[in-house]
């Protein structure tokens, strides 16, 4: 038994679209297991997510652990705040400058600064303090208060890749958001907390290998029974048809994070270097032609019309690798930028805790030293979890 009890509600959502269960037993037709808990013993298999969804309400680390304590005397909730820089006595960080209302206000703490910007804004924070490779720093006019060469490295994604395939004569989100069925589904949300508008994007999807000679899935299919095109505008509108999106769980490559002047408002350079490795290229090209072998199962025989993307011209893995360069994007899982670890590129210990400084630190993504594989959320509450436990252990 799991899901319930703890900060955070998770569940599953139902019952599913007719298009979704399709794919589930087309999934099963073609040998992949039919998973029914991909938060249990094992991993691998086909089947519908369980989601952070209570009472037809997306549940959130805000909803529960933030709201419920709003009203402590002791916390201080600041919003439309830009953190600047953190202030250094020393080797020790005494607090952070931050821009609030047109002004700069600084705060100073007695015990401990955490920093959770995630894997993109905590590297960049960490620079603009003067945290990080001084040989990155110096040309920008930024002292060198800190040398950690490892700040903004070892930057890991899921990079994601549409599969779309046409469909007829089963229901998806295009026939659930004409006029009617729209209308249809406010209603059943506003008075019963039922129906379409309680579901999430991704109804289904699996873990499975992208080859017989891998021991154990090394790619994620994101699946949703909806599909769409782009007009003329750069506007998307939906067709009938259905989406899965697989990614690469184990990317071998790796990016970097890093900012490009002193001032905090600028964002930084964010270069993912996705496919930058031999491996990477044929691990997703192999994960494509899965998810188009579950479309092409007998099971979807009757409901299936043209595929939509990458298309049917795309016929070799030249082509499918092409459309995967032109068209992949991020599936918002980076990691690792401020990696744990005991090497020279290792930014906090075991304890979160930045190497050679006290005072500071990191409870977000970037501390993650490897992807996992799947999704990252529920690894960021654990961590925020556990910084909590720290902190608390460390200042009693």
């Known amino acids: 038994l799991h899901g319930v009890g703890g900060g955070l509600w998770v569940s599953e959502v139902g019952p599913p679209l007719d298009a979704t269960d399709l794919f589930i037993q087309a999934g ?47 916390l201080d909730i600041r919003t439309r705040a830009l953190a600047e820089r953190l202030l250094l006595d020393g080797k020790r960080v005494s607090g952070i400058e931050y821009r609030h209302k047109g002004g700069v206000q600084r705060v100073y703490a007695s015990q401990a600064v955490v920093l959770c910007g995630g894997s993109i804004n905590s590297p960049q924070l960490l620079e603009l303090s003067g945290i990080g490779n001084g040989a990155l720093l110096a040309p920008l006019g930024i002292e060198t208060n ?11 994604d899921h990079l994601t890749v549409h599969v779309q395939q046409g469909l007829r004569n089963t229901g998806t989100f295009f026939e659930e958001t004409r006029a009617l069925g729209l209308i249809r589904n406010a209603l059943r949300f506003g008075f019963k ?31 949703t ?65 899965r998810v188009r072998e579950i479309f092409a199962s007998s099971v979807f025989d009757g409901f299936r019309d043209d595929e939509i993307l990458p298309g049917p011209h795309c016929d070799s893995d030249e082509k499918i690798l092409a459309y995967i360069r032109r068209s992949a994007g991020s599936v918002y ?29 990191i409870a977000d993504a970037s501390v993650i030293p490897r992807i996992i594989s799947g999704n990252t959320n529920a690894l960021c509450v654990a961590i925020g979890e556990k910084a909590a436990d720290m902190l608390i252990e460390d200042h009693e």
């Open 28 to 74: 099963v037709s073609i040998g992949l297991p039919h998973n029914t808990d991909f938060n249990g013993p094992t991993q691998e298999g086909i089947g519908r997510y369980q989601v952070s969804v209570r009472n037809g309400l997306r549940q959130t680390t805000a909803t529960h652990y933030l709201k419920s304590a709003r009203g402590r005397a002791n």
């Open 146 to 156: 800190h040398e950690l060469p490892g700040v903004g490295e070892n930057l890991q």
């Open 193 to 223: 907390r039922q129906g379409l508008l309680i579901h999430p994007a991704c109804q289904a999807g699996a873990f499975l290998r992208s080859s017989a000679d891998v021991t154990r899935p090394d790619a994620q299919i994101h699946y």
């Open 225 to 289: 029974p909806a599909a769409g095109r782009l007009n003329a505008a750069g506007r998307i509108y939906t067709v009938p048809g259905t989406t899965a999106t697989v990614c690469n769980l184990r990317p071998s490559s790796r990016g970097s994070v890093h900012i490009r002047t002193p001032f905090p408002d600028y964002p930084p350079a964010i270069r993912a270097n996705y496919l930058s490795t031999e491996e990477d290229r044929r691990v997703t090209i192999e994960a494509v032609k």
């Open 333 to 361: 899982h980076p990691v690792g930028t401020c990696a744990m670890g005991r090497d020279d590129f290792a930014v906090v210990d075991h304890r979160l805790r930045v190497h050679g400084l006290e005072g500071l630190r």
